[in-house]
C-alpha cells in the first residue's frame, strides 16, 4: 500500500515568509510526528498527534512553528516568519500506536526547506 | 532527560561484520529502534527489540541490554550497498510515544 507522503518535496523560501508543510500518513496510521533534521545532525522530534487527543507539543523550537491534523489524518506544519536556521529536512512519520510491537514509524521522504 | 549516544563514523570492508553500538539514557523507555538512511532518502525502518537478548534478522541483528541500557546493531557479510547511516532510537513512553534519536552511525564499506 502507499506510504507516507509529503510535499512539497522542495521548497525555497526568503527570511521572514511563512511556508506550509504538507504530511499524509499512511492509511488507518492514528499515530503521527513531526522531525526536522538539520545538515550533520540527529533527527529532533518536533510534535506527534495520537487520534483525536490534544497533541504533544514539547518538541516545537519556538511559538513560530505550529501544526495541525485535521480530520484525524493529514497534517500541515506551519512556520511563520522563517529565519535561515530554519533550513532543515522536515519529515513526518507515522505509526499504528497502541500495543507495544506497533510502535514501528515508517518515514515520508522529506520536505527539504531552504530559507535564504 | 533523554540521551542516546552512538559512534559518529565507521568503515569497514565489504564481506566483513561490523557492530554498530548504541546506549540511551531515558525515563520511560519502551524499546530501541534501529533505522537506516541513506544520504538525501528518508529513515528505514530495521529492527525494533523491546527484550532483552539478541534478534536476527537475515545479514542484520540487534542486541539490547536494559539493565545496560546499551544495544547494538550487527551487520554481517557487509556489502557496498550497506553504507549508510544508521540511527539508533529510544522510544519513551514517559506523556507521550516519543522516539528519541541519536545522531547516527555514518558506515562506509570499503572494496
Known amino acids: 500500500g502507499a506510504g507516507v507522503s509529503q510535499s512539497p518535496s522542495n521548497k525555497v523560501t526568503e527570511k521572514g515568509k511563512d511556508v506550509e508543510l504538507r504530511c499524509d500518513p499512511i492509511?488507518?496510521?492514528?499515530?503521527l510526528y513531526w522531525y526536522r533534521q538539520s545538515l550533520g545532525q540527529g533527527l529532533e522530534f518536533l510534535i506527534y498527534?495520537?487520534?483525536?487527543?490534544?497533541?504533544?507539543k514539547s518538541g516545537l523550537p519556538s511559538d513560530r512553528f505550529s501544526a495541525e491534523r485535521t480530520g484525524g489524518s493529514v497534517s500541515t506544519l506551519t512556520i511563520q516568519r522563517t529565519q535561515q536556521e530554519d533550513s532543515a529536512v522536515y519529515l513526518c512519520?507515522?505509526?499504528?500506536?497502541?500495543?507495544?510491537?506497533?510502535?514501528?514509524?515508517?518515514f515520508g521522504p522529506g520536505t527539504r526547506l531552504l530559507v535564504l | 532527560g533523554q540521551n542516546i549516544d552512538q559512534p559518529t563514523e565507521m568503515t569497514a570492508t565489504e564481506g566483513a561484520i561490523v557492530q554498530i553500538n548504541c546506549t540511551y539514557q531515558?525515563?520511560?523507555?519502551?524499546?530501541l529502534f534501529w533505522y537506516q538512511q541513506h544520504a538525501g532518502e528518508a529513515p528505514t525502518f530495521l529492527s525494533y527489540?523491546?527484550?532483552?537478548g539478541l534478534e536476527e534478522k537475515g545479514r542484520f541483528s540487534s542486541f539490547l541490554s536494559r539493565s545496560k541500557g546499551y544495544s547494538y546493531l550487527l551487520l554481517k557479510e557487509l556489502q557496498m550497498k550497506d553504507s549508510a547511516s544508521y540511527l539508533c532510537?529510544?522510544?519513551?513512553?514517559?506523556?507521550?510515544?516519543?522516539?528519541?534519536f541519536g545522531t547516527g552511525t555514518r558506515l562506509t564499506v570499503i572494496p
Open positions: 527489540n523491546v527484550l532483552d
Open positions: 492509511s488507518g496510521h492514528t499515530a
Open positions: 498527534f495520537q487520534g483525536n487527543s490534544a497533541p504533544d
Open positions: 512519520a507515522s505509526s499504528l500506536a497502541g500495543l507495544a510491537g506497533t510502535e514501528t514509524q515508517y
Open positions: 532510537a529510544a522510544l519513551d513512553q514517559t506523556g507521550a510515544n516519543n522516539l528519541f
Open positions: 531515558t525515563s520511560g523507555f519502551n524499546g
